[in-house]
Structure formats: C-alpha cells, structure tokens
C-alpha cells in the first residue's frame, strides 16, 4: 500500500527542476574527473587536424593556410573548440553540458505525452546517464565528442514541434529552432550527416498531416511556413562556411573531399573494373596500374603511391598489401600534395575534375572495363557481396549498443607527446592530459579521486548493460501491442492519436538505418572492428524508444494520466 501510494504521488515542478539540477551537477562532478586523450604526430588526420584548425580559428585565420587536408572536413567542431577556449570553458565539461542539455531537451520533447514530472525525469535520467555520452573516446579531441548530442538536439527539436504543432505557434517556434540549431551544427560537424534527413523530412510531413487535419487548428498557413525554419536554419549555416570558405581560398565549398571533383574521380576510380574483386580495396593495385597507363594525369602519382616508403607505411594496409578503401584517398590526396596539386583550391579542383572525366570518357569507349555508370563519391560502390557481412555487423553493433559495450568511462592508454607540446594542448583545452605514467610502466596514473568517479561511472554502465537490453524488449512489445490496438481501432473517433506510434517507429527506424551505415563503412572501408565511437548516436535513440514507449504505455503509476490533483500549467 505505501509502496503504491509513493509511485501514485505526483512531483511538483520545482522538485523535479531541483532533481534536474542535482543529477546535472553529478555527473558534470564525475566527469571533471577526466582528461583528455591524445597522440602528438599520431593522428594528423583527425585529433590533430580538428585543434590545429581551432587554433587558427583563435587567431583569426579561418582554417589556417591551405593544403590537402585544409577542406577535406567539415569545421564545426574546430569552431566549437574555439568557442570553448575563448569562453575559458574546459573542453570535456563543455562537451558534458552540452550532452546534458541534450538529454533535457530529448526528455521534454515528449512532455506532452508524458505529462507526469517524476516520468520525464525518469526519461531525462535514463537519457542524461547515458554511459556512451562519457565513454573513453569522448577524450579525445575529436568531432565525436559532441556529434551524439547535436543529432539529439535534432530529433529532440523535431519531436517537440510535432506534438505541440497544432497549438499556439510559440510554443512550437523554440522547438523548431532548436531542430535548426542540431541539423546546422550536426551538418557541419560530420560529412555523413545526411543520414539524418529522413527523419527531418518524415517529420515534416507528419506536422502538415497534423495541422492541416484538424479543423480547429488556426493560422495553419504560417504554421506550415514556420515548419521550414530549421531547414532554412541549415541553408544559413552552409552558407556562411561555403561564405568564409570563398573569402579565404576562393571557392564557395562545404568540403573539397566529399563533395566537387575529388568526389567525382574517386567515384570514376571504383568504376574501372578489377581484375579479382578483393573486400575492403575499393581500388586495388591491377587497377592503378591500368590508370596510370591510360590517364597521363595519374602518372607522377604513380612513384608516391607504389614506391614511396612514408606514404606506404602510412597508409598502406600490409596484411592485405594493398590500400583498403578507408584509407586510399588519403594517400591519394596526399600523393597530389607532393606534387604540386594542392597549390591552390582552384588548381586541385580543375585537377580531379580532369581526372574524373578522363576516367569516364575512357570508361564509355571501352578502352578501361568498367561496371556502373558514373558515380561521385568517396564510400565504395554497394555490392552483394558486402551483404552478408553487413547485416552480421548490424546485429552485432545492436547488441553492442544495448549493453554499451566499449563503454567504459576511463582511457586505459597514456597520452603521448612532449612536454612542450602538451602543454599547448592542455592550456587551449583548460583540461589536463592522462599524461601521468604509473611509475615502471607507461600505463597511465590516475589518482584515488579519478579513480573512485571512474568505478561510479562504470557501475553505472554496468547498470545500463542489464537495463537497457531489458527496457528496449519491454518498449518493443509495448510498442507492437499499442499499434495493434490502434490498428484495430482505427475507424473509431475519439480514440488515441498514433503520432507518438509513428514518432517511435521513426526513431528506430533512424537508429537502424545508422547501424547499416556504420556496419557497411566498416565491412567495406574500415575494418577496424565495432566501435563505439561511431555508434554513439545510436545511443541516445534506443534510450529514447525504450523509455517513452515503456512509460506512455507500460503499467502501474507511472503511465497513469489522470493526477489526483490538478495539473499544473505546462512550462515547456
């Protein structure tokens, strides 16, 4: 009976902001715990690339003097990084507020459907909490940091103006903004962020399905215009780096890699057929050989990529003694430098783009064997042969999303670099580096403090392992029995609306259609096993299913609408 009468009672507004605050506050405490992870001269294409950016952000240099990799990424994290240092923010407490804003954003998204305050806070906990949002690779120095929490920011945007859509314009309006602000930053911060396109434009759709339904919704015309506020959001974004792009190198671009002519001779690259197909080498040696021969561009890069020994054991696979599809257009790119191509955007624009065409050209008059018609892009061609690979990926990186694996909080190798170097990092980061050694060993040193906010931490993964797996079962059949019902019950009036059904369809729909993204590059291109890195946006989506799902439909008080009280005015 009090165990009933505990779970019937509602939270007041101010208990629950009070719980928001503390549960906040505790995890940013355990995560100032942290320290940043990196390897000087070990990741010039990455870790590296993104802080040198950000420093000549700092300077007022855009993205520093160009060169192969000067627009070869999209730069939001170096502007986040730069925004962080001028602020005085550290780095990793800043990517762990951001994260928690996030979770708070994801949690109230739905608050109309769970009206009740102790059930959101269940969801902003379950979400908050969320052990791949502080797992060791947040450490490092790397776009991945905050990726998670902008694709959140999105889909939480999105879901708040859909359920609040047909009421009064302003309180949807913010929600739609904060849509824009995760799809521009989001967009901006990886090549890859198409994915989350769908759901933008299902939503979309959805909303105007919603407002122009229901007869006594007003201004349904502004409404709708008002809809396109974060795809215009995204628009203003692009244009403002295509903008700084144009006035620093003189061409309005996002990226030169992933997009424009580098693209297009990549893409006329994976064209040409091989002589024996070989997984994870888009481009392989019998295929180079024949390129180099026919396209006279081609020719002085020959040297670089098959004799040079730097370029080699930089990027050359020696197990399969050949470069895998991930890594090839790096050395490409880098083969290029060395002779000149990167002089000017300009110059290595007008280069692949007469690459790309004389690949093309001789592929139609048959003088290169060929498969497909033209491509542009830098992921290899799509083949059967990648399928059974790929869904034996998918299912392993589901279960290991459920029982966050690779998920422990703390990194167990040692930053590398001199002191010198280092310092540089730590002073634009304010966050120290795991610099500190265990004396004998190069493990690195963390000190009874770290250490007891690192076994918290982990307890709490290890929590998340046996919950998560349970709740998203749990959600799943609640799920499928509630479209039952509604799909019995379709014809009558009166009865409950599907949109949240719809809305949690679209949800997992996105998280599997990142697994597939993300177990295909990894079978064609990466081979670097399941990582979760890559898969932390995942995260947050099946949190999000399970939770909502389990508390809008599962049983017991906290599914219950009817208060004993009034309910207070909604403030979100």
Not at 547 to 556: D, I, N, R, T
Request: overall charge neutral; charged content about 15%; aromatic content about 12%.
């Amino acid at each position: 009976m009090l165990k009933n009468k505990l779970f019937q009672k509602e939270m007041s507004r101010r208990r629950f902001w009070l719980w928001v605050l503390a549960l906040i506050a505790l995890r940013l405490a355990l995560c100032s715990q942290q320290r940043v992870y990196t390897w000087i001269d070990g990741a010039p294409l990455d870790d590296e690339l993104m802080f040198q950016w950000a420093q000549s952000i700092s300077a007022g240099q855009w993205l520093g003097p160009y060169d192969f990799l000067t627009l070869s990424k999209r730069p939001f994290f170096a502007v986040w990084l730069a925004l962080l240092n001028r602020l005085g923010i550290p780095y990793l407490l800043g990517g762990q507020a951001l994260w928690c804003a996030a979770a708070l954003a994801g949690a109230l998204a739905f608050a109309p459907v769970i009206k009740k305050y102790r059930a959101r806070l269940v969801l902003f906990g379950f979400l908050c909490w969320n052990p791949a949002a502080c797992a060791s690779f947040t450490w490092r120095v790397y776009r991945d940091n905050i990726y998670p929490a902008l694709c959140l920011l999105f889909f939480a945007g999105l879901i708040g103006w859909l359920l609040r859509c047909p009421g009064p314009l302003k309180k949807s309006l913010g929600w739609l903004a904060l849509a824009g602000v995760g799809l521009g930053c989001g967009w901006l911060c990886r090549e890859d962020g198409v994915w989350v396109l769908p759901f933008g434009l299902a939503a979309l759709a959805a909303g105007l399905v919603v407002l122009w339904k229901k007869r006594e919704t007003r201004h349904k015309a502004l409404k709708s215009l008002a809809a396109l506020l974060p795809f215009g959001m995204l628009a203003a974004s692009i244009g403002v780096v295509c903008a700084l792009n144009q006035s620093w190198y003189g061409v309005a671009v996002l990226s030169d890699f992933s997009e424009g002519s580098f693209a297009d001779a990549i893409g006329a690259m994976t064209r040409v057929k091989e002589e024996d197909w070989q997984p994870l080498v888009s481009v392989p040696t019998s295929v180079r050989r024949q390129l180099y021969q026919a396209v006279p561009q081609l020719q002085p890069l020959e040297y670089w990529l098959e004799e040079d020994e730097d370029l080699q054991n930089s990027y050359r696979n020696p197990e399969l003694d050949d470069y895998q599809s991930g890594s090839f257009y790096w050395a490409l790119r880098q083969a290029a430098q060395n002779e000149g191509v990167y002089e000017t955007p300009q110059k290595a624009e007008e280069y692949w783009a007469g690459v790309a065409q004389a690949i093309n050209t001789l592929c139609e008059e048959g003088a290169l064997p060929s498969e497909g018609g033209r491509r542009s892009s830098t992921t290899p061609p799509i083949r059967a042969e990648y399928v059974p690979g790929v869904l034996a990926e998918s299912l392993r990186s589901l279960g290991y999303v459920l029982t966050c694996g690779g998920c422990q909080p703390y990194e167990a190798e040692r930053t590398i670099g001199t002191t010198e170097d280092l310092s540089v990092w730590e002073e634009y980061l304010h966050t120290p580096t795991n610099v500190a050694a265990v004396a004998g060993t190069d493990d690195p040193y963390y000190n009874p403090l770290q250490k007891g906010a690192f076994a918290l931490l982990a307890g709490v993964r290890w929590l998340y392992a046996l919950a998560l797996p349970l709740s998203f079962a749990a959600g799943t059949l609640l799920w499928l029995r509630a479209g039952w019902v509604l799909w019995k019950n379709w014809r009558r009036t009166g009865g409950e609306s599907p949109l949240v059904w719809f809305i949690l369809l679209a949800v997992l729909a996105m998280a599997a259609l990142r697994i597939g993204m993300i177990a295909f590059v990894e079978v064609a291109s990466f081979n670097i096993g399941t990582y979760v890195m890559y898969l932390a946006t995942v995260h947050p989506l099946l949190i999000l299913f399970s939770g909502v799902a389990c508390l809008h439909w599962g049983p017991g008080a906290l599914r219950r609408k009817d208060s004993a009280r009034p309910q207070q005015p909604e403030s979100v």
